[in-house]
């Protein structure tokens, strides 16, 4: 297995240096060209992932794999880095931030304690001293900001005491929410219906639930179960503006029944 995957490894540098050379295409592009189809693969992979669809998940890591291959190739072309670089620079990140493992440090407290360990590791890896969210990518979408918003300051010790303490933290959001919706002032309902996500974001951090995940499923779910509601009614020669509220909600129970959470 080893054998095979350095083999196919260098047998993909070989086919990029082909292709920087020979492909109109591959010619052309840069770090800021790449950059758009690096984010659709990695949406690519993560739907795979959901779906728990195995060979997809192994065609998108490929195409990520490329991506990888490609962006290294552009460093080597402009003498700044190459694959090697790469590899190094990450292999020496995992050795030093896993002390536990290879070094002499003793985790007691499990994978928290590992985390934590992480984000003051990474504090010490510079000079100068670096803001804890200074590693938050600003074009990650909202929920998965919030996600490693909350996951970061955790790292230096600001979190709760015990996961049930978030639940008054949820009510009271929803509260100040409600209380600025019967003001009508909505730049304020806005900034609390933030807060109260911030919050159930938070919530879903500490039972150990990937909020942008259990999103997507709770997505994919109303989809399935309106696509029966539409369909069924199509089916009885209507269309949903014939029924009443009433008649659709009784076609999406049903549509429940038959349905299961992904």
Known sequence: MREKTIREFTRLLDIMDELRKKCPWDMKQTNQTLRKLTIEE????????????????????????????????IGSE?????MGDVLESINNKLVYRHPHVFGDVNVTRGAREVEENWEKLKMTEHS????????????LPATVKANRIQEKVRGVGFDWDSREQIWDKVTEELNELKQEI?????????????????????????????????????????????????????????SLRDLTLDEMNEIWEEAKKFDKPL
């Open 42 to 73: 990695t949406y690519e992979l993560a739907d795979a992932i959901l779906q728990e669809d195995n060979d997809a998940i192994k065609k998108e890591l490929g195409d990520l794999m490329l991506h990888v291959t490609f962006y290294s190739k």
């Open 78 to 82: 402009k003498g700044l880095f190459d």
């Open 128 to 139: 100068a001293y670096k803001p804890v969210l200074s590693g938050v990518p600003t074009s």
């Open 182 to 238: 019967a003001s009508g002032r909505k730049v304020d309902i806005e900034s609390e219906l933030g807060d109260l996500f911030f919050s159930l974001i938070n919530a879903a951090r500490l039972y150990e639930i990937d909020p942008e995940s259990a999103l997507e499923k709770t997505n994919r779910r109303f989809m399935k179960r309106f696509n029966y509601l539409e369909q069924k009614t199509l089916a009885n020669g209507l």
